[in-house]
């Protein structure tokens, strides 16, 4: 398995974004949505943070306080591939994107499974064409590759938020809640042979926003800026009770600031397995940091960032939106 090719710079880069938004997901598609270096072919949505219903309906809105409403959303998974479905609202509120005032969605859902679209446009792309940007659990990512193969060939990287291990997990003492939600899709993606690239609470947790950078974001005087700042200080206050912090980590948006500066994070190219079995450690990323086995290396695992150049880089993002 050759180690996954981003690169600065890249024109035009064809992405799907898989998500389920979530405040720190709206962020993303915001952010990945204004970045003239990205081509975002569609938005398929999974159910996570919230029910599916509430994050094809959260796309939609996002989509369209971007001033995007011709990028087509699609809503894909109800529920995990082999376990009970667990949502988060008690973080993101009952609609999984409160703080902020925004109308309901005027643009249609696509009627197409999301699923199927996703097959059909990777089967019809050049060999590793596409990048697939899941900001939730792997749920839809992972059907797609179990059920059609092949389509695996239009995949140029997988790069997801997901993951911890040196500092544990924030939905069960072990395991992140994207990989608690759906651990048997996280480990058919990682067992696939196409490039993962995998943004983890390791180092999602080494780059927390501060009041004032929210303060920067509200300043922009935009319906975009007002509204992000709304759902971000709505979101921050669950992680700055729980860990007794400043300021709470900005997690998805680490995906996309990976694809547009790659250099701004670090990591090591390792195994990585998930425990889909045990009770207690359920949704664990297994990361051989250290080559101790000899299981090859399937993930590009991701632990150092340059906090003030992502804080700045989405805010430059943020910046041209309405």
């Known amino acids: 398995m050759t180690p996954p090719i981003s690169s600065p710079g890249d024109a035009s880069r064809p992405i799907i974004i898989d998500t389920d938004p979530g405040q720190d997901d709206a962020i993303a598609v915001l952010a990945a949505l204004a970045a003239p270096e990205l081509e975002v072919l569609g938005i398929t949505a999974v159910a996570g943070n919230v029910p599916l219903e509430l994050t094809a309906r959260n796309a939609r809105i996002i989509c369209e306080l971007a001033g995007r409403p011709d990028v087509a959303v699609f809503a894909g998974c109800e529920r995990p591939l082999r376990q009970p479905?667990?949502?988060?609202?008690?973080?993101?509120?009952?609609?999984?994107i409160d703080g902020a005032d925004l109308p309901e969605p005027t643009m249609s859902l696509q009627p197409q499974h999301a699923v199927e679209w996703m097959t059909e446009t990777l089967l019809a792309?050049?060999?590793?064409?596409?990048?697939?940007?899941?900001?939730?659990?792997?749920?839809?990512?992972?059907?797609?590759?179990?059920n059609t193969p092949e389509a695996a060939r239009g995949i140029r990287e997988i790069v997801c938020m997901g993951g911890g291990f040196f500092g544990g997990g924030n939905t069960t003492p072990t395991a992140e809640f994207n990989i608690f939600v759906d651990p048997d899709a996280a480990q058919i993606v990682l067992h696939s042979g196409v490039p993962v690239t995998m943004l983890p609470l390791d180092v999602t947790h080494k780059a927390l926003m501060t009041d004032d950078w929210i303060d920067q974001v509200r300043a922009l005087?935009?319906?975009?800026g007002i509204a992000a700042s709304g759902m971000l200080d709505f979101y921050e206050r669950f992680d700055v009770e729980k860990y007794g912090t400043t300021?709470?980590?900005?997690?998805?948006?680490?995906?996309?600031?990976?694809?547009?500066?790659?250099d701004i994070h670090r990591g090591r190219h390792c195994n990585v397995e998930v425990e889909t079995r045990s009770p207690l450690t359920r949704g664990m990323t297994v990361v051989d940091w250290w080559h101790l086995t000899d299981r090859p290396p399937n993930?590009?695992?991701?632990?150092?960032v340059d906090s003030s150049r992502f804080y700045t880089l989405i805010l430059t993002l943020l910046t041209p939106l309405p």
């Open 247 to 262: 300021g709470g980590p900005l997690h998805d948006p680490h995906v996309i600031a990976y694809l547009l500066r790659p």
């Open 125 to 146: 792309a050049g060999e590793r064409e596409i990048t697939l940007c899941p900001l939730g659990p792997l749920t839809n990512v992972a059907t797609v590759l179990e």
């Open 85 to 96: 479905l667990v949502t988060a609202e008690h973080v993101h509120g009952k609609t999984g």
């Open 299 to 304: 993930c590009h695992y991701i632990t150092e």
């Open 221 to 224: 005087g935009t319906r975009t």
